[in-house]
Structures are given as structure tokens and as C-alpha cells.
């Protein structure tokens, strides 16, 4: 079993931005994939970005259209340890962001394992 736990999230400015951690538990998640979505008030958890480890310490990253450029995803294994740095933040980025491992990929059926969620809120 895998335990997730993001921190990282808060209120901020539009333009601002914030960095959101994604520490496991229970067991080495460096072949894993991690993805992070997001889920809206009203809206349907969608896709943010993930990191798909490829063989040896190659790693693929993927971006929604609607963050590519302003999001990175990014892990640090020795620690067990993912991030993702959300930069030029805009208010449609409000949401609760989750993490996630599991296999790949874009749909949330690929992923066994959810951390709780961390708010971010990003005013105008």
C-alpha cells in the first residue's frame, strides 16, 4: 500500500505562485507513475500534469493544455517525493489538488493511490 499526503496549497494572488508536495509512504513510488489533478467546485476531477518513469532515472512528463508552460511537475525519489510548481497562477486554477500513483497516463482509473487534497485558491 502507498499513503500520499500533499501540503503545500493557500490563498493567492493572481500572477502568484505556489508549490505543492506529494510525500509517500509505504513504499518506494520511483517506478511509479504521479499525476496530480484538480477538482473544481461543480466540476469533475480532471488531469493536471504526471511524471511516467521510463526506464532507469528517466522520466516523462506530461501537462494539461490549460497549465502547460506554467505548471512543472517534478520528484525527488530519494525523498519519495513529488511536487509541482504552479507558476502565473490564475483564478480558473482554483480547485483541490490531488495527487495520485499508479500506472500512467491521463485517466484517473490508471491510479491506485490518492492523497487527501489540498485547496488552492487563487483570487483576482
Known amino acids: 500500500q502507498v499513503q500520499l499526503v500533499e501540503s503545500g496549497g493557500g490563498l493567492v494572488q493572481a500572477g502568484g505562485s505556489l508549490r505543492l508536495s506529494c510525500a509517500a509512504s509505504?513504499?518506494?513510488?520511483?517506478?511509479?507513475?504521479m499525476g496530480w489533478f484538480r477538482q473544481a467546485p461543480g466540476k469533475e476531477r480532471e488531469f493536471v500534469a504526471a511524471?511516467?518513469?521510463?526506464?532507469?532515472?528517466?522520466?516523462?512528463?506530461d501537462y494539461a493544455e490549460s497549465v502547460r508552460g506554467r505548471f512543472t511537475i517534478s520528484r525527488d525519489n530519494a525523498k519519495n517525493t513529488g511536487y509541482l510548481q504552479m507558476n502565473s497562477l490564475k483564478p480558473e486554477d482554483t480547485a483541490v489538488y490531488y495527487c495520485?500513483?499508479?500506472?500512467?497516463?491521463?485517466?484517473?482509473?490508471?491510479?491506485?493511490?490518492w492523497g487527501q487534497g489540498t485547496q488552492v485558491t487563487v483570487s483576482s
Open positions: 509505504g513504499r518506494t513510488i520511483s517506478t511509479y507513475a
Open positions: 511524471t511516467t518513469w521510463s526506464g532507469g532515472r528517466t522520466y516523462f512528463a
Open positions: 495520485a500513483a499508479g500506472e500512467a497516463g491521463r485517466s484517473k482509473s490508471t491510479y491506485n493511490y
